[in-house]
């Protein structure tokens, strides 16, 4: 019926070539991994940072898909589907009682909605044994937490509306008798636990679930992978230290489908872990951090590895880093030189709004979502008791479950901006190129938006585009925006470093090196490419004295994807648990 209204309504040949060419099938590609493949595909948007990709390593072939008449797609699952299945979520690993379609007034999206929620009931829980018979059976075990996506986790505590048990200092039990506030917060806690199952707290997932009344409540460390021992190859499971809060109905005392990647290992014979012709770097020695390849295990102990040799290198980034620094100066003293009122240096270095269009006239060098432009703007530092606090090395839990606590508050918290005199010259351009605009919004400092007519005179529209035009050719244009968290060398430190590393590698290269030795090496002072997969912990300070390099340190890469293994590089840029590295 379909096809025949079209024809009749919207016959081909009343169409536009461009509507034909919509209306047709496309072309179907095939992206294969090739290593072979060292093409460099350009950029789909260098307008806002995407490189080119080097080296792509992938080939595209066009598939032809053969057209079949009288067949149509079928939603199910394939004959032998695994269900449940490891990694993958699954409702019915609770015991669920009913499903309905009602209003409960869902909010997933910060609001309550207007239209009917499929809403899940679980089981009532059954009549359980007091508090201190249960806690021995408990506390200690793993669970199986954040339902449906059923993730282990280790019991530290178990707690009702009178007390708490949990594991001491020395692995005992201590139980803990809760006074009268301590209990009515657990009844508050317990009932905010069970609205946000049931009506959801804002966000995208929450809510649609009746979990019945919560009585017990256990406290767990979710698993955050496996840990390899660097000594023999044995893994075991490592769990975190941010603890979740969980009602005990949504807790599995089995894995519904057990997770292979999860399963400890004992330690494992020097072949298995080193492999001939497998690709290894030196993780200590006077040779550390040169690459190798694995002729073969001369005795229980070592192995024969033919190293790149590359001499120790000098820390002559870490050097640049520190002599090369950038000053920063606070908004009002920003404005002080300009002469400008702090509050108006304080819109134009971030939004300008004018009207009509919304033409945003800003720098944008800061905004109130806490982003800024590296070498204009800052976040004044906040002297740190711990000292090295590098977001992408920090420690702390990285998997984090339903009813974890956050160790940090939920609330935004106000940035204090520094500026460098780069961002001072570039306002003082911005004035001596448009003075209008500056008296403008000198003469209404407090106004959220800005009329063009009135600020411009009658053809005041006109100049928006103009001044439009202009920010969008200046320096920072193009620069990306980071989080104030990011901590990074100056252009000119970077610029320095990059051109230290060039006449080093240039004298390298004229003295003969790198060059091939072979060497026996400790099986424990070696890393194997490909040994780490994604559910392996690696931490920084497990083939290093410190947790965290600092901005200039010297650095080889082991497993971060993209970056070839073993490639060296000064450590630059750190910005929302990520790094960068020249």
Not at 34 to 44: I, N
Not at 354 to 379: H, I, Q, W
Not at 463 to 491: C, F, G, Q, Y
Not at 516 to 545: C, F, H, W
């Amino acid at each position: 019926m379909l096809k025949d209204t079209i024809a009749k309504l919207c016959p081909n040949n009343l169409l536009s070539p461009v509507e034909r060419k919509r209306n047709s099938l496309g072309r179907n590609y095939i992206y294969t991994f090739d290593l072979t493949c060292l093409d460099t595909v350009p950029s789909a948007n260098p307008k806002i940072g995407l490189p080119d990709i080097v080296h792509c390593n992938s080939a595209v072939t066009d598939f032809e898909e053969p057209l079949q008449s009288g067949t149509s797609f079928m939603p199910k699952l394939l004959e032998g589907t695994q269900i449940p299945y490891p990694g993958f979520p699954s409702l019915n690993v609770l015991p669920i009682a009913s499903f309905e379609l009602t209003e409960i007034k869902l909010n997933c999206f910060g609001s309550a909605s207007k239209y009917p929620t499929m809403l899940i009931r679980l089981h009532e829980m059954p009549d359980l044994p007091p508090l201190e018979a249960l806690a021995p059976n408990v506390i200690g075990k793993s669970v199986f937490i954040n339902w449906p996506m059923m993730h282990e986790a280790r019991v530290v505590a178990i707690s009702n509306a009178k007390g708490e048990i949990r594991v001491g200092k020395e692995g005992k039990p201590k139980t803990r008798t809760f006074n009268n506030i301590e209990t009515d917060r657990w009844s508050a806690d317990s009932q905010a636990m069970f609205e946000r199952y049931f009506i959801g707290n804002g966000v995208p997932g929450a809510g649609g679930v009746q979990i019945g009344d919560i009585r017990l409540r256990i406290k767990v460390l979710p698993l955050q992978g496996m840990k390899t021992n660097m000594n023999n190859g044995a893994t075991k499971k490592l769990f975190g230290t941010t603890e979740a809060d969980i009602p005990l109905q949504l807790a599995l005392w089995q894995a519904p489908a057990p997770d292979p990647r999860f399963i400890e290992r004992g330690p494992m014979t020097l072949q298995d872990r080193y492999p001939v012709n497998s690709n290894v770097v030196l993780t200590k020695g006077k040779h550390r951090g040169c690459t190798g390849v694995v002729v073969g295990v001369v005795d229980n102990k070592t192995v024969g590895v033919k190293v790149q040799i590359i001499p120790p290198e000098l820390p002559f980034g870490l050097a640049i880093a520190h002599s090369v620094h950038e000053s920063n100066i606070s908004s009002v003293d920003a404005a002080r030189i300009l002469k400008l009122h702090p509050s108006l240096f304080g819109k134009i270095t971030g939004s300008l709004l004018f009207e009509p269009g919304r033409f945003d006239l800003g720098l944008n060098l800061k905004s109130a979502d806490g982003m800024c432009v590296v070498g204009y703007t800052r976040k004044k530092p906040e002297k740190k008791a711990n000292g090295n606090g590098a977001s992408a090395w920090a420690g702390g839990d990285t998997v984090l479950v339903v009813g974890s606590q956050k160790a940090e508050a939920e609330e935004q918290e106000r940035v204090t901006w520094e500026y460098t005199p780069k961002a001072v010259r570039l306002v003082n351009a911005y004035r001596q190129k448009f003075p209008q605009l500056f008296n403008a919004i000198t003469k209404q400092p407090n106004e959220r938006k800005y009329d063009a007519t009135a600020a411009f005179g009658p053809n005041g529209q006109a100049w928006l585009p103009v001044i439009r035009e202009w920010l969008n050719n200046i320096e920072t244009a193009k620069m990306p925006r980071t989080p104030v968290s990011t901590d990074s060398l100056s252009h000119e430190a970077v610029a320095a470093v990059e051109k230290a590393s060039e006449v080093r590698n240039l004298a390298l290269k004229k003295r003969g090196f790198p060059h091939e030795t072979m060497l026996k090496i400790p099986g424990s002072a070696l890393y194997r490419e490909g040994s780490i997969g994604p559910t392996d912990v690696l931490q920084a300070s497990d083939y290093n004295k410190n947790e965290a390099p600092e901005l200039g340190d010297r650095i080889v890469n082991f497993c971060a994807s993209g970056i070839p293994f073993g490639a060296r590089g000064e450590y630059y840029h750190d910005s929302s648990g990520r790094f960068r590295f020249l």
